[in-house]
């Protein structure tokens, strides 16, 4: 079957680094996508990932491992602002969105 | 560029009553839009996918004697949720894609609509 994983929920304090991980399992792939969803609000897209490595877009980056189904999105500088769910996707051969559970970044002064 | 918008934002409704949500891209042309349900503190969960002018494709679980979905235009879908009762409130979000330049599967990017939540009395 088709899966992603990634933690329920991360902790961090504002300035600092967080990587949240997620590992996926589909049939095909067609490329990995993090998106960023405010309570209350709809996602907004962040990145889309479909070779091996690193992307980065200014305090965000996304990486990818294709032959681990891995993928992390890095957040530096933390603000408060970052309080969120990121939602990890994972495109299958039907270039369907395979949506993760999501992973709820809580951020601390 | 790559807006979607989604009407009404709120709705309240009684028991037995039906709804209708709007989902338009403003500035593209939506070959695939995509409805999604999402209940409190849960992840998107995919209700069906429509392409312009055919039936939509309903996901496992999802009845679609329940939930129309019309997409007569390549800017408009619409979600009517019939006889409503309160275990279908929840946020509604529509996507769509636009798949006209196919750049390539970076072109798969779903653009999101603001959502819509139902609540039924």
């Known amino acids: 079957g088709q899966n992603i994983d990634q933690p329920t929920e991360m902790t961090a304090t504002e300035g600092a680094i967080v990587q949240i991980n997620c590992t996926y399992q589909?049939?095909?792939?067609?490329?990995l996508f993090w998106y960023q969803q405010h309570a209350g609000e709809a996602p907004t897209f962040l990145s889309y990932n479909v070779l091996d490595g690193l992307e980065e877009k200014g305090r965000f980056s996304s990486f990818l491992s294709r032959s681990k189904g891995y993928s992390y999105l890095l957040l530096k500088e933390l603000q408060m602002k970052d309080s969120a769910s990121y939602l990890c996707a994972a495109m299958d051969s039907n270039y369907q969105l395979i949506w993760g559970a999501g992973t709820k970044l809580i951020i601390k002064p | 560029g790559a807006v979607v918008s989604q009407h009404p934002s709120w709705v309240i409704c009684k028991s037995g009553t039906s709804v209708k949500i709007e989902c338009r891209s403003l500035d593209f042309q939506a070959t695939t839009m995509f409805w999604y349900r999402q209940f409190p503190k849960q992840s998107l969960m995919l209700m069906a996918t429509s392409n312009e002018g055919s039936k939509a494709t309903y996901e496992q679980g999802v009845e679609k004697d329940k939930f129309l979905i019309n997409h007569a235009s390549l800017t408009l879908s619409t979600l009517t949720v019939t006889s409503a009762h309160p275990e279908d409130s929840s946020f509604y979000i529509c996507?769509?894609?636009?798949?006209?330049?196919?750049?390539?599967?970076?072109?798969?990017?779903?653009?999101f609509g603001p959502g819509t939540r139902l609540t039924v009395t």
């Open positions: 996507s769509a894609r636009d798949l006209s330049g196919l750049a390539g599967p970076e072109s798969y990017e779903q653009y």
């Open positions: 589909t049939s095909g792939f067609n490329g």
